[in-house]
């Protein structure tokens, strides 16, 4: 019976969601023209970070307030529990397990792009300015990229028209055996981070820079009546976090990441004041969101998942379970709190379709198009969120039911410290595809009370087997671009050191390897 029903149930779910995509195509446009669209993306920013979340500490109005003229999500999913394979998933509306940012060297390990890494996001992936610069749109990115840092992954090389900020995170370097981190400004270097960027013991202005960036793109773009896209990711929330002067010491939280959160909020706030002074914020859809959950093992120095379990790096709710708030006036019913699950993967989806686009056809897109949930003609459409760590499926959420088939913390990191559950959060990786663990996220986000066996387990398990099965058979993995590194493809010398007099002297040889990902 339970089978049956969950079989019925899915092929009810692919024909409601073919439905949606035919009917978000009729939108009502202002004048004829597609809406803006804007990504505020943030690094390891937490799910119990915002105040709309419950935060104590209440340092997030300008978030809390699109929220309260927007939609929030309280289950928004990142693809990746790590920063790099999520934003290439944002990028694509593909899972990491599709477009390649994963690795194959090591079982259910995550990979990012550190500055040894060879490859990048594929060029056989159409992202999504390139989709968007179809119907017209002008498109920018600010912050942090982490696509790959070599000249053919960088964001112009990739349908950006603009760019200000770093191919990599802000990690110090020494310039001798580690470059530091170059920052463009379009195709070119025009600095590094720490040497002509500063950031001393947590203070910088990079994130009123990059607040800068965005306001000047968004006029620009509104004075030539252009539609575009802006992906604004400030990484200040990244260990090690910074804030300016502005913020430094400012927060209750007692941390730099605290006075991190304030400033990034702030900029929040000033670029939909911007919006609305420009007279295009009824023609504008923002999303709010994070790569993935705050980092468990920074401790009092990181973020906060709130109720949820673990953090960044781990399949458990507090790696993948992000911040989620839409905001478009006139749309989009100011204070509207959504059942429906969302992911980042949606964002693309919803942007083709809202830009007119047509998604290519030869590639299976695991994003959902969210205008008719947005607009208010659909409540909500059950359908699975895969929680992927590296080349391992670890666990998939149907409705309100969560199956681990796989489960891991680490054996030497803490990723989840003060939390512990009992043969959940495992030191070592454990299988138990052939008797899974079961959680009722409606009733107990964080994944502290086991269902194994009896009633509600076949429940579970009926209506989240048909999606396994289904999502096994038809997987078609891409081509790992994460598994090889080398000194020499360093950040030794972008393009444009020569102008700027910093070119940096690297190996003459290659020294290429498998990357050593051990978590």
């Not at 509306?93 to 090591?106: K, S, V």
């Not at 017209?136 to 112009?156: A, E, M, T």
């Not at 579970?460 to 087997?465: F, G, R």
């Amino acid at each position: 019976h339970y089978f049956i029903q969950s079989n019925l149930r899915m092929m009810l779910t692919v024909l409601v969601s073919l439905l949606m995509v035919a009917d978000g195509a009729r939108i009502d446009r202002k004048d004829g023209k597609p809406p803006n669209i804007v990504i505020m993306y943030m690094d390891d920013m937490g799910w119990g970070d915002v105040g709309v979340n419950g935060n104590w500490a209440k340092e997030t109005p300008n978030i809390d307030r699109m929220a309260a003229e927007g939609m929030l999500f309280p289950s928004f999913y990142s693809a990746a529990p790590i920063c790099s394979p999520s934003r290439a998933s944002l990028m694509t509306g593909r899972l990491p397990i599709r477009n390649g940012f994963y690795t194959t060297n090591r079982h259910g390990v995550n990979a990012y792009t550190p500055q040894t890494i060879v490859g990048g996001i594929s060029e056989t992936e159409k992202l999504m300015p390139e989709l968007l610069g179809e119907a017209g749109y002008k498109s920018k990115v600010i912050g942090k990229w982490h696509l790959g840092h070599r000249p053919q992954y960088l964001p112009l090389n990739r349908g950006f028209d603009e760019f200000f900020g770093s191919s990599n995170c802000h990690f110090k370097g020494d310039d001798i055996k580690t470059p530091n981190m170059p920052v463009y400004k379009d195709d070119k270097m025009i600095g590094r981070y720490y040497t002509n960027f500063t950031i001393s013991q947590g203070l910088s202005n990079l994130t009123q820079i990059f607040i800068r960036e965005g306001l000047d793109f968004i006029e620009k773009q509104a004075k030539a009546d252009n539609p575009f896209l802006l992906y604004w990711t400030p990484d200040a929330n990244h260990q090690p976090a910074y804030a300016s002067e502005m913020f430094w010491g400012k927060s209750i939280r007692g941390s730099r990441y605290g006075d991190s959160v304030m400033e990034v909020d702030y900029g929040v706030g000033v670029i939909l004041a911007k919006l609305k002074e420009l007279n295009i914020h009824q023609n504008t859809l923002v999303f709010f969101s994070s790569d993935n959950g705050a980092e468990g093992i920074a401790k009092s120095s990181g973020g906060s998942n709130g109720p949820l379990l673990c953090g960044k790096q781990t399949t458990f709710e507090g790696g993948m379970r992000e911040p989620g708030i839409a905001w478009w006036p006139g749309t989009i019913h100011p204070g509207t709190v959504t059942s429906q699950v969302g992911t980042t993967m949606d964002i693309l989806v919803t942007a083709a379709n809202l830009a007119g686009v047509k998604l290519p056809q030869d590639r299976v897109y695991d994003g959902m198009d969210l205008f008719p949930v947005l607009s208010g003609k659909v409540d909500r459409v059950e359908r699975p969120v895969w929680y992927y760590r590296g080349n391992e499926l670890f666990a998939v959420r149907v409705g309100k039911w969560k199956m681990h088939l796989w489960t891991w913390n680490h054996e030497h990191y803490q990723f989840c410290p003060g939390q512990w559950v009992w043969d959940v959060t495992t030191p070592d990786q454990v299988n138990r595809t052939s008797n899974p663990v079961v959680f009722d996220l409606d009733n107990d986000p964080g994944e502290k009370y086991q269902i194994t066996k009896g009633d509600r387990f076949q429940e579970a398990t009926a209506l989240i087997t048909p999606y396994l099965e289904e999502h096994r058979q038809t997987m078609v993995k891409g081509v790992p671009s994460l598994n090889y590194c080398d000194a020499m493809v360093m950040n030794w010398a972008p393009p444009g050191c020569e102008e700027i007099n910093y070119c940096l002297q690297g190996p003459t040889t290659s020294q290429i390897k498998l990357c050593g990902w051990d978590h």
